[in-house]
């Protein structure tokens, strides 16, 4: 079904209109399948926007969402998890009273859908999902901290564990929205590291502001402005477009 | 069965707690200390009819506490339930004959039926929203009840429930009309109602309810239908609740309209806070504690339920956990003080 060439996430004419504003306004985006692919432009481009329709949490007023050559656009988020794509949040969203390790486990959980209504397993027997979640622990280096509430996790660890949560599920698209928002400058090399990591094995579409990070970790950058797509191409081609320095200077300005 | 994955549990815990230390975890000796509660009851309290109510309200809280300390569902809508179950049940064994266990097997359909239908229409909203709908549709079942009179006995109550016996056939097995008997029974059914949900509530299923109560959009980012799960936990709190409602109005030959009043939803909601959200001895706990004051107080003064007030202010101010919470505190407390004389 996946071949090289074929792209894993595919939008067509997508737009999101609240009232006569269109926040998206036909964007094409294409992710290949092994790449990194990020999403930069000023406030208010419409990127938060596009991320928000790309998960489920708003339907597009127009255009398609495929991914794998699947219609999902009519899927609601929780239905998309199980055709194998998996997000984060910009502002950290975990379960802060539950331990570090359940937060991973009840991630690892989630994607067999409906099957987690299942009313007379213990929790103990479920061990391929303890297994995911004491992996995904490893990999974040937060194996110490297993047992204590993801809410007294450092900011920096709990900014880890939200990308840590949507790896859990082994989903063939990441969707990162910000990884670094609100982080600490000793905490970013930390993130940086884990997303190319990530990006090794997974596919990703990356949000982000910090310009150090995108430009080192892309494999491709689309700029949006006003809602559609301004340029895309490698960071090198990006980062001397004209277009692109005027569309940021023109916020600046 | 209880101890053996309670030790299970209590070694999983040192490398990976599965839940919050103190709140909601593996409590192994909880489904032991419930027991010992349902055998010593009628032998420490004056009345078993007495030890009888506090169960049936037992029950009820701790299916308002699947709603509210597991899943994070502020229902008003719970004496809908209960009042259904008297209703229906006696109705039941009234003008159909019904035995004891389809009367009560009766009581558990209607209230998960109903629970489905007012579960499918509040869950549409959240929060304060939810709140009002579950208030809205309790006020309208009380007026349905009040209205049909003729079925409920509207102002008056419907008199004359029966209490038939354990029976096969036409032959009587146990009569039930003693009211240690009739102890027995509800001690039975809550005893498999508590062991049943302690192991629902310690399943994938529960985790997740917990997961919704913690963080719904992370939950539903997740893969959970946030929806399905909801409902399936009002359904089931539905159908418990029902069943105390029916197994009260054989309790008390009588099905009085108070069975589905507001102040009925208040009362199990109460129940359920003073004695800890989260924990399933704790609806055990509550219920006890509001059942006895009110056996007692009411005796010596009539507006008892001022004092009932005072004590929930106290719990909500200083005991977040309810009585399970400050007991469970206090033990702690004992504990750490008994390690410390052993090392000194």
Known sequence: ?253 | MDTKTGAVASKRNGATPLARPGRIRWAPGTTLAMLVVVVLLPVVLPSATLATEILIFAMAALACNLLLGYTGLLSFGQAIFFGAGAYCSALGMLHWQLGLFSALLLALGVGAVLALLVGLLCIRRKGIYFVMLTLALTQMAYFLAYTLSDWTGGDNGLLGVPRPPIALGDTTLVSLASPLAFYGLVAVLFAVIYIMARRITSSPFGSTLLAIRENEARAAALGYDIRLFKIMVFVLSGAITALAGALYAMLLNFAPLSNIELLMSEQILIMTIIGGTGSLFGSLLGAGSIVLLGDILSAIWPRWMLLLGVALIAVVIFMRGGLWGGLTSLLQRARRASSHDKEA
Not at chain 1, 203 to 216: K, Q
Request: net charge neutral; charged share 25%; hydrophobic share 40%.
């Open chain 1, 1 to 253: 079904m996946t071949n090289a060439h074929a792209p894993l996430l595919e939008t067509r004419r997508l737009e999101l209109a609240y009232g006569a504003f269109k926040a998206v306004d036909g964007v094409d985006l294409c992710i290949r399948p092994g790449t990194i692919h990020t999403v930069i432009g000023p406030n208010g481009a419409g990127k938060t926007s596009l991320f928000h329709c790309l998960t489920g949490e708003r339907r597009p007023t127009h255009g398609s969402i495929l991914l794998d050559g699947r219609d999902i656009t009519r899927q609601p988020a929780h239905g998309r998890v199980g055709l194998g794509m998996a997000r984060s949040f910009q502002i950290t969203s975990l379960f802060q009273e539950l331990s570090v390790h359940e937060n991973l486990r009840l991630a690892a959980q989630g994607v067999d859908g409906w099957k987690a209504l299942n009313f007379w397993q213990r929790l103990d027997t479920r061990k391929r999902h303890i297994d995911t979640a004491d992996e995904v622990l490893e990999r974040l280096n937060l194996t110490e901290r297993a047992g204590i509430p993801a809410g007294e996790l450092s900011h920096g660890q709990q900014r880890i564990l939200e990308v840590g949560m949507a790896i859990c599920a082994r989903p063939k698209l990441l969707l990162l929205d910000e990884p670094t928002s609100g982080m600490g400058i000793d905490d970013i090399p930390t993130m940086t590291r884990l997303i190319g990591e990530l990006g090794r094995d997974h596919s990703i579409l990356l949000i982000e502001h910090n310009m150090s990070i995108v430009m080192s970790i892309s494999d491709t950058i689309t700029v949006m402005n006003r809602g559609r797509v301004l340029v895309e191409g490698t960071p090198d081609s990006v980062r001397n477009d004209q277009r692109v320095r005027e569309a940021y200077l023109g916020e600046a300005a």
